[in-house]
């Protein structure tokens, strides 16, 4: 079993900046990859990144390359989305997720705990 929870999500002008991060409890983080799934209102929920268990290897969503940058920390079970030039777009709830294995996936079936979410809003 494995318990995520969320935090760093806020308000933030066009071309700012957040880090959220996601706080993880279970012994078996290190043996699973994370990932970070956004929602806008009205819309799917969509992958953004993820990261491998090792963390030795991330995978971006083309709307995000470049801009989001994911890391994790393995000793205090934490996974990090460090957001730079936030646009209008980015706005939606983001939800930390643990995989079933090392690699995770780009789609929500590959993986198995969420976290509650936090809401980014960023303003034009």
């Known amino acids: 079993q494995v318990q995520l929870v969320e935090s760093g999500g806020g308000l933030v002008q066009a071309g700012g900046s957040l880090r959220l991060s996601c706080a993880a409890s279970?012994?078996?983080?290190?043996?699973?990859?994370m990932g970070w799934f956004r929602q806008a209102p009205g819309k799917e929920r969509e992958f953004v990144a993820r990261?491998?268990?090792?963390?030795?290897?991330?995978y971006y969503a083309d709307s995000v390359k470049g801009r989001f940058t994911l890391s994790r920390d393995n000793v205090k079970s934490t996974v990090t989305l460090q957001m730079n030039s936030l646009k209008p777009e980015d706005t939606a709830v983001y939800y930390c997720?643990?995989?079933?294995?090392?690699?995770?996936?780009?789609?929500?079936?590959?993986?198995?705990?969420w976290g509650q979410g936090t809401q980014v809003t960023v303003s034009s």
């Open positions: 279970g012994r078996s983080f290190s043996d699973r990859a």
């Open positions: 997720a643990a995989a079933k294995g090392l690699r995770g996936g780009d789609a929500r079936d590959d993986y198995v705990y």
């Open positions: 990261i491998t268990s090792s963390g030795g290897s991330t």
